[in-house]
């Protein structure tokens, strides 16, 4: 090209660079116009950092929506959706008939609906198999959970922590078998902290408005195979922290991002 057509060009069209460059410029000022109203689109849309809503997002027209998606996924410096995914999202977001919590893979994340929200995430890796088992007397009180969901201690007293993390304190019977941490779980009756009344966790989850992907990510912790806690959220009422004379604070520390 260089050596052979771009000679032959500008010998036909004397300005061709200046017309390469001009058409260079007013392309850059196209995007910038492009950017800037895809910039004012998201701030009509976003809740926070990753979370987007999808009737703010529906107003917009195909074209917009197209941007606004592509800027958002620029700022988290992930791959561009082709064409066919965004087409794709934009359909599961406007039907009605479609699944109600729609999850679609644009380039290396997803975007994940629930409850009108849009959820930007990675891609998850199933924990369903990890199992740990607790020695509070030992020396394995820290521990690392799979995929990137963080660290869990366990102390006898309160230590502040930072934003990332959860604590909760709770209690521990005396005649102690077994102290297991799993994400799978039996649906178990539980009786929380703040409710009067058993109900199944399954059910108990979807009243605190959990993502069903986050659902699956939650650490639980059994005692004597008896649900105690779910990390993060609750403590089960048989295992409050006024129900043992002995005491235990777990501390969850989330990886950020």
């Not at 009605?96 to 609906?113: N, S």
């Not at 059994?222 to 604070?249: R, S, T, W």
Request: aromatic share 8%.
């Amino acid at each position: 090209l260089r050596k052979e057509i771009l000679p032959h060009l500008k010998e036909r069209w004397p300005s061709f660079n200046q017309s390469v460059v001009r058409s260079t410029l007013h392309c850059q000022e196209a995007q910038q116009i492009l950017d800037e109203v895809a910039e004012q689109d998201l701030t009509l849309c976003l809740i926070d950092k990753t979370t987007l809503v999808v009737p703010a997002l529906m107003l917009l027209s195909k074209a917009r929506f197209n941007q606004a998606i592509r800027f958002f996924i620029h700022q988290h410096k992930s791959l561009m959706p082709s064409k066919q995914q965004l087409q794709q999202l934009h359909q599961q977001l406007s039907s009605a008939e479609q699944d109600k919590t729609p999850e679609v893979k644009l380039g290396d994340v997803w975007l994940r609906r629930f409850q009108d929200k849009l959820y930007l995430t990675s891609e998850f890796q199933s924990v369903i198999e990890w199992q740990y088992d607790i020695n509070l007397e030992g020396n394995d009180q820290a521990i690392e959970l799979p995929d990137r969901l963080g660290h869990l201690s366990f102390d006898q007293e309160y230590i502040s922590g930072n934003d990332e993390e959860a604590v909760q304190r709770l209690s521990l019977p005396d005649n102690i078998q077994s102290i297991t941490l799993a994400f799978t779980h039996n649906n178990p009756k539980c009786l929380p902290d703040y409710r009067h009344q058993n109900r199944p966790l399954k059910k108990v989850l979807q009243e605190l408005a959990i993502p069903p992907w986050q659902r699956k990510r939650l650490p639980l912790l059994f005692i004597n195979n008896e649900l105690a806690a779910v990390i993060g959220h609750f403590v089960c009422q048989p295992f409050m922290a006024d129900a043992y004379p002995k005491k235990i604070i777990v501390h969850w520390l989330k990886e950020s991002g």
